[in-house]
């Protein structure tokens, strides 16, 4: 047994025993806290077993009678967006599998990709726009990745580039990692974590943001670090000049693809209809969520041969539907009973948090709750365990809960300092085009630049949609 194994078996067990502790003797606040701390260290210290956590975690939450009973959590499903967000997620697995088995997400990402031309620092920039069109594609930041993945490695062995021998090639890798992150801030269905989010600033905060509102929210600063992206790479690894007189493999990719298929009108007309009913579900009077799901469930029809339903059973990620699942459970009944409440009191009066001014506090929990994304695995768990701790540290200090909850809201998906951080960042990691030092020294300043952003302008503009009072 190697020293991680042993030191992530110690680790668990001193858990269970905290965990089991408050479980077992406290109050229900207390047992909630015991069941998020015991879900913060397995989902971090074994994300390869989401599912079985998850399933622990949700009957924890029932053993302690932690959550509303059956007939609320029942007509919490069928009504807005606190109760849709579990189904828009489910539907949106499924349209993503439709995207990318019918070749429309490669479709459309290849004609972005190439929109600016073939010159080096077009490429990577083109690379970061891509991400942006893709991101209301999908839910999962990693099948954007595993989309965007094969027309990067076009961009780079069409140079006939060797590993570590480039930094254009570093470049291209990095930003689209990057920009996976930083584009899916910008809607409220590109990540797992944003619904969560959403879900504890409606509770917590008192902030309700549907769609469209997340949209509002957060687009403009996503624009402006996306822009801050490509600007810090092409200064920290500027890519070498190549020269070559036609790009024939990338035209052949495009060409490759052919007209638009019958299959890709019928996935673009479907994602098209439940994209419509995410961005009015204000409006309408019933779940969009559901709705979509009807929806998206057309595709598994066996006769018009988009999605083979047997082998989207095997594909399904059910380890991060049920890590979703288990998390908004958690983030309910932590909501609820306030159970990060004495857990947020007793860091409060230990550090001495009082005797900071507001400006230094906001400044100082926003920086430190970035970097914290140091030590999470998966952005759906620093969204469930941080916020509701930043929200309760804010209330502790009489400061609006908004000016920490949307900044923290915002850059929860933003997890671009290690490999490990989120498995998307594995996925561009394990190409081999760039080193740990240069993703470190581009994550870390691009993390506190995306940091200022969100002090310098987020707040005031929040400020100004009326957010922030």
């Known amino acids: 047994m190697n020293r991680n194994k042993i030191i992530q078996i110690i680790l668990l067990s001193i858990t269970i025993i905290i965990s089991t502790f408050h479980i077992l003797l406290y109050p229900i606040e207390g047992k909630v806290l015991g069941i998020a701390i015991l879900a913060l260290v397995l989902w971090s210290l074994y994300p390869d077993k989401h599912f079985q956590g998850s399933i622990l975690i949700i009957l924890l939450l029932a053993i302690v009678e932690a959550n509303v009973d059956v007939a609320e959590f029942i007509s919490s499903l069928f009504r807005t967006y606190g109760g849709s967000g579990f189904w828009i997620i489910l539907s949106g697995f499924i349209l993503a599998k439709a995207i990318e088995v019918s070749g429309l997400g490669t479709r459309i990402a290849l004609r972005v990709a190439t929109s600016l031309g073939y010159k080096p620092r077009n490429i990577i920039l083109s690379i970061g726009i891509t991400n942006l069109v893709i ?170 041969g988009i999605i083979s339903f047997s082998k989207f059973n095997q594909e399904i990620p059910w380890g991060s539907i049920t890590l979703f699942a288990a998390s908004m459970f958690l983030a309910r009944a932590v909501s609820k009973y306030n159970a990060i409440e004495p857990l947020a009191r007793s860091f409060f009066e230990l550090v001495g948090l009082e005797r900071l001014g507001s400006t230094l506090f906001i400044v100082g929990i926003i920086t430190v709750s970035m970097l914290l994304h140091v030590i999470f695995t998966s952005t759906t768990v620093y969204a469930t365990v941080i916020l509701p701790l930043i929200i309760s540290l804010t209330n502790l200090q009489n400061i609006q809960l908004g000016i920490t909850a949307l900044p ?22 394990g190409e081999g085009w760039f080193t740990d030092g240069q993703m470190l020294k581009y994550g870390l300043i691009l993390s506190i630049i995306c940091t200022l952003i969100v002090l310098l302008i987020g707040i005031p503009y929040w400020q100004f949609l009326g957010l922030i009072h």
């Open 135 to 304: 991101s209301p594609l999908s839910p999962s930041t990693t099948a954007k990745a595993f989309l965007l993945l094969p027309i990067c490695r076009g961009f780079i062995e069409v140079f006939n580039i060797k590993k570590g021998k480039s930094n254009y090639a570093a470049a291209v890798m990095l930003i689209a990692m990057a920009t996976n992150n930083i584009a899916s801030t910008a809607f409220l269905t590109a990540t797992v974590p944003n619904p969560i989010s959403a879900d504890y600033l409606k509770n917590l905060a008192g902030i309700y943001l549907d769609w469209v509102g997340w949209f509002k929210m957060a687009l403009p600063l996503t624009l402006i670090s996306l822009i801050a992206s490509y600007l810090i790479l092409i200064r920290l690894i500027p890519p070498e000049v190549l020269k070559i007189e036609v790009y024939e493999k990338i035209e052949l990719m495009k060409k490759e693809k052919g007209p638009l298929s019958t299959q890709e009108k019928i996935v673009a007309g479907i994602f098209l209809m439940c994209l419509i009913l995410w961005m009015t579900e204000r409006f309408n009077p019933f779940n969009a969520g559901i709705i979509s799901l009807i929806l998206s469930s057309i595709l598994l029809i066996p006769n018009l």
């Open 408 to 429: 923290l809201a915002f850059i929860t998906p933003i997890a671009i300092i290690f490999p490990i951080n989120t498995i998307p960042n594995i996925i561009y990691y």
